[in-house]
């Protein structure tokens, strides 16, 4: 059964950090990536990485912030989220495809179930 499952969410003051990881099973994908969608807000694409690790994408919004980093030996995908604000406040969806036509990618086939991060004022 091909799955990705989501760790490392939780409730965070601001400006503290959080890891998330994600773990693939099932198949490997080429490239893997972090979304995020707040209460009545649209999703947002917030981080893309490539197999090599080569090609990266971030959200104008996380820039400078944010890390996606992967390990292929382990199938699993990394968001490290450093001086973290309440608008990052959001349940965060890992994503991962096995190509694209564009980058950074706009579909993605297979996606997780979650994880919640709070961060507090």
């Known amino acids: 059964q091909v799955q990705l499952v989501e760790s490392g969410g939780g409730l965070v003051q601001a400006g503290g950090s959080l890891r998330l990881s994600c773990a693939a099973s099932g198949r490997t994908f080429s490239i893997m990536g972090w979304f995020r969608q707040a209460p009545g807000k649209e999703r947002e694409r917030v981080a893309v990485?490539?197999?090599?690790?080569?090609?990266?994408y971030y959200a104008d919004s996380v820039k400078g912030r944010f890390t996606i980093s992967r390990d292929n030996a382990k199938n699993t995908v990394y968001l490290q989220m450093n001086s973290l604000k309440p608008e990052d406040t959001a349940v965060y969806y890992c994503?991962?495809?096995?190509?694209?036509?564009?980058?950074?990618?706009?579909?993605?086939?297979?996606w997780g179930q979650g994880t919640q991060v709070t961060v507090s004022s």
């Open positions: 990485i490539s197999w090599s690790g080569g090609s990266l």
């Open positions: 994503a991962a495809t096995t190509w694209a036509l564009q980058w950074p990618p706009v579909d993605f086939s297979t």
